[in-house]
């Protein structure tokens, strides 16, 4: 089968750094990525990984190990705007993405 | 520059009632298009998929279909809708396996 595991839910304080773990289990594997979305929202695309290493991109960056199967999303500097759902999605051939729940990230003054 | 449109955004219809989604891009030609649901607190479920006109790959069964009349139009439709239709709508296209661009989306309750 196919699975995507994030945390439901995160709280960090303005200012800080976060990571929003991902782990999955795909039948195939042709790419991770990491969306935004705020509520009521449609996502929007913030990153993506297809080798093992860190990809940076301004005050995020996203790591993966296809090895573990494991994958994470971190966020610097946090800001209230930052305040999102952010999805893991992964490309399992084809034309087939498919995403996690989404892990709502609150940050707090 | 490409852009998605979607509508209507917001719809509220009776159990047993019909369903038309319209999704236009612009910009591109040939993109591949995907309708996506994402019911309250879960994840995008991936509905139905096109690579070219007329071609439609359908990922769940249910009682909903897609249409792809024109190269840049895209089509979610129901004949008779269930309560558990109800959700947040999702076109979005890409080239190749890359990024997904998604439109506003079109947030349905059966009632």
């Known amino acids: 089968g196919q699975n995507i595991d994030q945390p439901t839910e995160m709280t960090a304080t303005e200012g800080a750094i976060v990571q929003i773990n991902c782990t999955y289990q795909?039948?195939?594997?042709?790419?991770l990525f990491w969306y935004q979305q705020h509520a009521g929202e449609a996502p929007t695309f913030l990153s993506y990984n297809v080798l093992d290493g860190l990809e940076e991109k301004g005050r995020f960056s996203s790591f993966l190990s296809r090895s573990k199967g494991y994958s994470y999303l971190l966020l610097k500097e946090l800001q209230m705007k930052d305040s999102a759902s952010y999805l893991c999605?992964?490309?399992?051939?084809?034309?087939?993405?498919?995403f996690g729940a989404g892990t709502r990230l609150f940050v707090k003054a | 520059s490409q852009t998605i449109h979607q509508w209507p955004a917001t719809l509220v219809q009776p159990v047993g009632s019909p369903l038309s989604l319209e999704c236009t891009v612009e910009?591109?030609?040939?993109?591949?298009l995907y309708w996506y649901r994402q019911a309250a607190g879960r994840g995008l479920q991936l509905l139905f998929y096109s690579v070219g006109i007329g071609q439609i790959s359908s990922e769940v069964p249910q009682n909903l279909s897609a249409s792809r009349p024109q190269d840049r139009q895209f089509i979610l439709s129901s004949k008779k809708l269930l309560l558990s239709d109800s959700g947040f709508y999702l076109c979005?296209?890409?080239?190749?396996?890359?990024?997904?661009?998604f439109g506003e989306g079109s947030r349905l309750t059966v009632l």
């Open positions: 795909t039948s195939g594997f042709n790419g």
């Open positions: 979005a296209w890409n080239v190749d396996t890359g990024e997904l661009f």
């Open positions: 910009g591109t030609s040939n993109p591949n």
């Open positions: 999605a992964v490309n399992t051939g084809g034309f087939k993405t498919i």
